[in-house]
T-cell receptor, first 113, second 113 residues
Framework: AQSVTQLDSHVSVSEGTPVLLRCNYS??????LFWYVQHPNKGLQLLLK??????LVKGINGFEAEFKKSETSFHLTKPSAHMSDAAEYFC???????????FGTGTRLQVFP | SQTIHQWPATLVQPVGSPLSLECTVE??????LYWYRQAAGRGLQLLFY??????ISSEVPQNLSASRPQDRQFILSSKKLLLSDSGFYLC????????????FGEGSRLTVL
């Protein structure tokens, strides 16, 4: 069965410090992987996606993620956090590039000044 | 360009009252349409998806129903709301060309009292 696990429900960082949001997946097929961001009371916005091309994926707002098949991970990183990065982040897997997406439970990122 | 509209943005309803949330997509034809629910502190749960007019698939048994009367219109309904129906409802779409990537509406927050 396909699944995705976000290892931290909350992450707090200071502005200007690195961000690491962890995600592990389980998939029997070659998955597509995504990170979405959700600001309070808003819909979700795609940050970046991996679809079996380059393993290091660059997204919007300075975020990037690296697909590591041996570790079944797709962690999201950013070198320097900004106050506007405070939001909920969802790791998502699309098994075998189907239309059905499986969402993680989300990681709430807090950024302190 | 494609846009997705969802309304109402907020709704407060008494237990036992009916519900109708509407979602429309513009700028594309024959989209796949989805209704998700996001309960407080939890991830996204897929409720319904539709690949065409009148074609609705339900992912979980519940008190809600969905209809697709037109190609780009997706409606979420209930005849009698329960307290447990409270949550943040998100409409989303994608197409064959963007398989795996979803485009979300702004969401509708439902509070059942």
């Amino acid at each position: 069965a396909q699944s995705v696990t976000q290892l931290d429900s909350h992450v707090s960082v200071s502005e200007g410090t690195p961000v690491l949001l962890r995600c592990n997946y389980s998939s029997s097929y070659s998955p597509s992987l995504f990170w979405y961001v959700q600001h309070p009371n808003k819909g979700l916005q795609l940050l970046l996606k991996y679809t079996s091309a380059a393993t290091l994926v660059k997204g919007i707002n300075g975020f990037e993620a690296e697909f590591k098949k041996s570790e079944t991970s797709f962690h999201l990183t950013k070198p320097s956090a900004h106050m506007s990065d405070a939001a909920e982040y969802f790791c998502v897997v699309s098994p075998d590039n189907t239309d059905k997406l499986i969402f993680g439970t989300g990681t709430r990122l807090q950024v302190f000044p | 360009s494609q846009t997705i509209h969802q309304w109402p943005a907020t709704l407060v309803q008494p237990v036992g009252s009916p519900l109708s949330l509407e979602c429309t997509v513009e700028g594309t034809s024959n989209p796949n349409l989805y209704w998700y629910r996001q309960a407080a502190g939890r991830g996204l749960q897929l409720l319904f998806y539709s690949v065409g007019i009148g074609q609705i698939s339900s992912e979980v048994p519940q008190n809600l129903s969905a209809s697709r009367p037109q190609d780009r219109q997706f409606i979420l309904s209930s005849k009698k709301l329960l307290l447990s129906d409270s949550g943040f409802y998100l409409c989303a779409w994608n197409s064959v060309r963007n398989t795996g990537e979803l485009f979300f509406g702004e969401g509708s927050r439902l509070t059942v009292l």
